[in-house]
């Protein structure tokens, strides 16, 4: 097997050859243009998470891990149509994301759970998959939160070549997002990242306590929380974007925005921290 550590060169060299291409040669890479939303930036910037997709899907590839790489498959694909057709604000529905996913998620599920055998357990696992999916994408809204959080939660769970592969891959991303946003993640790579983010902490979970392997998705998890049920009790469509985020609150508190990545991996590594600490002490 190769040493996960070369994730983070793959993923670059990725980076640089599909950027470089997309500049110079011919403009193959959606674009989120200048708008009022979530992101705010004053020219069209490409959306490349699906430069990621060597990197992460290599290592579960090599390692024969079949459905962890068709359900990572699904995801990428899933979200670039969504950033392609998003460049012309036409968003690929709601509905049809859901069942993209939530197929994804079905096939992560079944990479840690057999549905015949326990089909209530699997059912929890595919729910906890598309939560964590859709929570990682949440919080793809400020330069540098997602890559980070998804990369250090992946580094925290280890164990499998996958984990720590993509978690390497995620991290190759940020100097291209953060401080200065040259790309963004888009559907692609933040649905990517979160189903292997969610596959990962399901699969942690089953030989961690259920605290250590939750510390992960920690953030992404509150973050999903408190903005589905603002939306659901003010009558907002869940699946439709507003600025009610954790990093909207704390840009709103007096964040500057190039703070809020630092801030939020340093609560995401704090949070970590505590579930270990709290491991040793039980």
Not at 73 to 91: C, N, P, S, W
């Amino acid at each position: 097997m190769i040493d996960a550590a070369w994730a983070l060169t793959l993923a670059t060299a990725c980076l640089l050859a599909g950027d470089w291409s997309n500049r110079r040669l011919v403009g193959w890479l959606p674009e989120d243009p200048p708008r009022p939303g979530r992101k705010q930036h004053a020219q069209p910037i490409p959306l490349a998470g699906i430069l990621l997709a060597p990197a992460l899907l290599l290592w579960p590839l090599l390692d024969r891990q079949w459905l962890i790489v068709a359900a990572g498959a699904i995801a990428l694909a899933t979200g670039f149509v969504d950033d392609r057709r998003k460049e012309h604000e036409q968003d690929l529905g709601w509905r049809s994301k859901a069942l993209a996913l939530g197929a994804a998620s079905a096939l992560g599920a079944s990479a840690l759970v057999e549905p015949l055998q326990e089909p209530g357990a699997w059912c929890l696992h595919v729910l906890f998959v598309f939560v964590v999916t859709n929570a990682t994408n949440f919080l793809d809204n400020t330069n540098g939160v997602a890559a980070a959080l998804a990369g250090v939660g992946l580094l925290q769970l280890g164990g499998a070549g996958g984990n720590t592969a993509a978690g390497f891959a995620a991290l190759a991303f940020l100097p291209w997002n953060w401080p200065r946003a040259r790309l963004f993640l888009g559907d692609s790579g933040a649905y990517a990242l979160g189903i292997l983010l969610a596959i990962g902490c399901a699969k942690a979970a089953q030989h961690e306590p259920l605290p250590i392997a939750l510390a992960a998705v920690a953030l992404p998890l509150i973050d999903f929380t408190q903005v589905v049920c603002a939306r659901l009790w003010i009558g907002h469509p869940p699946w439709v974007g507003d600025r009610r985020h954790l990093t909207h609150v704390a840009r709103n508190l007096g964040v500057p925005t190039a703070a809020i990545a630092p801030l939020f991996l340093g609560l995401a590594l704090l949070a970590m921290s505590a579930a270990r600490l709290w491991r040793g002490a039980a």
